[in-house]
Structures are given as C-alpha cells and as structure tokens.
C-alpha cells in the first residue's frame, strides 16, 4: 500500500525528469485516495516555492476545501526540505513518507529534524520507502547533467 | 527606509485583518523598488500556504522572472514560521526584516533558527523594527475574537 503511493510519487518524479527539472515527485492520500499531485517545476515556472509538495498540498487542499489537512499522507521521493517541512506543519499533514534521504537540505531528520522540534505538531515519519528507486533516479539526473 | 518597509507590510497586514485573517503582511524590496507584496489569506483561500510571505515570495519571482531573489530585502510585521523561513531560504533572499516575535511558531531564533541553522543560505536578520505596531495589531485581533 505505500509501495503503491510510492510508486505514484515516483511516476511525477519521471514526470518532473523530462521537464528538465531535478526529479522529484509527490502525492497525498486520504482514505485511499489520492487527493493531491505534485512535481518539482521550479525552473519552468522560475519559482523559489515549485517544489513537489507545495504543489500537492495546495491541490489537496483544494480538493479538500480546507487548509488542515488532518487524516492525509503525504508520500515524496526525496526527504522534505525546511519550506516543505513547515507547509507539511501548516497543514497538519498526519504522516508523511519519503523516499531518499537528502543529506543536504532535508529537514526531517539529515539536517535539521522539524518534525521532531518544539513545534505543536508532530506527524508520523516513515523513511526509506522504495528508497533505492528514489535515490536511483536523483543519481542518474545529475550524472546526465555532467 | 526600513521603517517605511514596514509599514507598507502593516499596510497589508490591515487588509488581511479587515477580511477576517490574523493580520500579517509583507513585501519585498529591491534597490527601494517594492517587488513583492502578500497579506495571510489562509482561511479565505482555504490553503495551508496562505501565509503573506509566500504570496510575496510568488510575486517577486514573478516579477524578477527568476526563483533566486539575490539583493532582495523581505519585510514582515510577524517573524516567519518554518515553511516562510524555508521558502526564504530556497529564494535565496539577502534579508529578512521582521517586526513581532512569533514565540508560538517562529522560526528565526524563537523556536528554532533556520536562518542560523546548517543550511547553504543564511540570510541577514533584522528584528524589532516597528514592533510595538506590529505586535498590537496582532494582539487587538485576538482581543476582538475573545
């Protein structure tokens, strides 16, 4: 079941990919369904905030017609960044799962853990989900690029 | 010159509470050109991103026509929780001038300093300018919903 998210998440990581953007994907789930979408389109769009899971939580909330998000997974390839780990805060996203970790910006844990900080909520985290697949495809991005 | 930053972002923070939000405002200088404005719209949009920082965030890069904000000055009447803090960091903005204190959820040096933290980015921080005015018309708000 969350190998099969996993996998939706990874399809608009691909997606992102042939965009030219690094691949990264994301989807929400409630109830078995999925309520939201995202991908990485930063430079398409030439937006500080175009990452996958601003993205995704601002269609769920959409979908949802409410800014709380209680009751939601969220599932992305890549370890959220600050920007993405306090919207996931915001939203009162329930638990959020990731992929690859990212030693760099993550925020759930690598660099700073906010998900663990003084803040009033504090979602579920589940790490490592399909992570090879994940980390494969971010590997093969930036190889290209060389 | 700071000062009157500020109060264009009171200026926003006034609309956002005469439409029924907790009264926070923002905007984005550049070379004393304002490129960016944004006010909270979180329950009139319904979306956990509707914080005045990432709609000012949105319209700089719009304006500038980049996702890195170099050179830009971010004025907000309330210090940025951990999403805004993020987004200011992915944007790449040289400075954030905050007036209030957030002691609930801020995220430059109240509960947590990402703007100190280990990330690539660290940008300059300003606190306290006009705070008195910012910190009353967040607390007349609060008054009036009791």
Redesign the interface.
């Known amino acids: 079941m969350m190998t099969r998210f996993m996998q939706e998440a990874l399809a608009l990581a691909r997606q992102a990919e042939a965009a030219g953007e690094i691949p990264v994907g994301c989807v929400i789930e409630k109830d078995g369904v999925i309520v939201g979408r995202g991908r990485n389109r930063?430079?398409t769009d030439?937006?500080?905030?175009?990452?996958a899971e601003?993205e995704a939580?601002?269609e769920a909330?959409?979908t949802l017609?409410?800014?709380?998000?209680p009751g939601c997974r969220l599932f992305v390839t890549l370890e959220p960044?600050?920007?993405?780990?306090?919207?996931i805060?915001?939203?009162?996203i329930s638990t959020v799962v990731f992929g690859a970790w990212d030693p760099?910006?993550g925020?759930c844990g690598s660099?700073?853990d906010?998900m663990r900080?003084?803040?009033?909520h504090r979602p579920e985290v589940i790490s490592g989900i399909l992570e090879r697949e994940c980390e494969d495809i971010l590997k093969d991005f930036f190889k290209k690029l060389r």
Do not use: D, K, S, Y
């Open positions: 930063r430079e030439r937006t500080a905030l175009g990452h601003i939580i601002a909330c959409r017609g409410e800014w709380r998000l960044c600050p920007m993405c780990a306090g919207a805060l915001n939203a009162r760099r910006a925020a660099v700073e906010l900080g003084q803040f009033t």
